[in-house]
């Protein structure tokens, strides 16, 4: 298949390519897409043959719920019933990184859903994601747009990288401001719970509504036989190629450990990459692969570049990744989900 590429650099210029990538939605393909999270694969997520197309060229489990993306509040159509508090949550979050689940109305295929009864609605804050729904005149089914499994991509060249060939068009923007995906509230249960954290932390939605709690099982090892109500509930997500150990505990602790383990892995003949802060890149051996997300006083930071950097490793052809650990608070309990998610739970605690 031909993949089309635009790159929009001025959304007023180049909006002749949003009215294409629209143009291939309506018609029943799928187009990559950029959001303020990480870069969707989308389809017309009211057209279940649309939607299987995102199946098939994500290789995704077809049990795992899609998220349907959308330009406004007006749910009426989509949703069964918007409770008192999804009105306030969502004039405070939306447009922004928060999916909201609803129990769903029959116009939302079965394929979109799962089979549940419930669906994941998100207004996008990213300019070229709205337009573009707009222009397309329906919900947008949208995953992150790489291959099942792999770190999602926060720019377009990632998307390229995995999906050239497999889908009709790539819509390419900015790099994502976010880097991590939505948080997910599920609002079909009182009180609401949160079934995968994001951008918008718990503390946040507390101010909201102070019962609202994040699910315990989300920081757990994944059990194989549960159906997931969200996305990235029950597979293995986020993994590079080479293996990933998180050592997670006092911050001295963790960097003697890591230079232990460094130098076993290194007298073992693999090549070993260090993911770390600015505070802590001195403290390890130039004959390893550093990247360092960020400073440790900006976990915004840390987030958005996370992705990034485990499909870097990647590039530089790493055999084991050795990954320092973040308290799990605010905007740190998202991180780590994804962390452990890539590390399939292999955590040393120091």
């Known amino acids: 298949m031909d993949t089309k590429i635009s790159i929009i650099k001025d959304i007023h210029n180049d909006y002749k390519s949003i009215e294409e990538a629209a143009s291939v939605i309506k018609k029943g393909g799928v187009v990559a897409f950029p959001t303020e999270t990480v870069y969707g694969l989308g389809a017309d997520g009211l057209n279940p043959l649309a939607v299987k197309k995102i199946f098939e060229a994500k290789g995704r489990p077809q049990d795992n719920p899609l998220i349907i993306h959308v330009a406004n509040k007006n749910l009426e159509s989509l949703v069964q019933e918007i409770p008192s508090i999804a009105n306030e949550i969502m004039d405070r979050f939306w447009p922004g990184p928060l999916t909201l689940i609803f129990k769903k109305k029959d116009i939302i295929p079965n394929v979109t859903s799962a089979n549940l009864d419930t669906i994941g609605v998100r207004m996008p804050s990213n300019e070229i994601a709205l337009k573009l ?11 992150s747009a790489n291959i099942s499994g792999r770190p ?8 390229i990288e995995d999906l050239e060939g497999k889908i009709e068009y790539i819509l390419g923007g900015s790099r994502s401001d976010v880097g991590v ?5 599920d609002l079909s249960v009182d009180p609401p719970c949160i079934l995968r954290p994001g951008g918008i932390t718990l503390e946040m939605l507390k101010e909201i509504d102070e019962r609202i709690y994040i699910d315990p099982a ?9 159906k997931p109500k969200a996305p990235g509930m029950k597979y293995r997500h986020y993994a590079p190629k080479a293996k990933i150990k998180i050592i997670n505990g006092n911050t001295e602790k963790t960097i003697e450990k890591i ?26 051996s130039n004959h390893v692969e550093i990247i360092s997300l960020g400073s ?11 992705f990034e950097a485990l499909r ?24 780590m989900n994804r962390l452990k998610k890539a590390a399939a739970y ?5």
């Open 133 to 143: 729904i707009e222009s397309s005149g329906t919900p947008i089914a949208a995953p």
């Open 152 to 159: 999602s991509p926060t720019d377009v060249e990632r998307c």
């Open 181 to 185: 995906e939505s948080t997910i509230l």
């Open 218 to 226: 989300i920081m757990k090892k994944n059990n194989e036989n549960i």
């Open 259 to 284: 230079k232990d383990l460094l130098q076993n892995y290194i007298d073992n003949k693999l090549k070993v990459g260090v993911m770390t802060c600015d505070e802590h890149v001195k403290y390890y």
């Open 296 to 306: 440790r006083k900006k976990l915004d930071e840390i987030a958005k570049n996370l």
């Open 312 to 335: 870097s490793f990647d590039d530089k052809g790493v055999d084991i990744i050795l990954a320092e650990g973040y308290q799990e608070k605010d905007l740190g309990i998202a991180i």
């Open 346 to 350: 292999d955590i040393l605690e120091v």
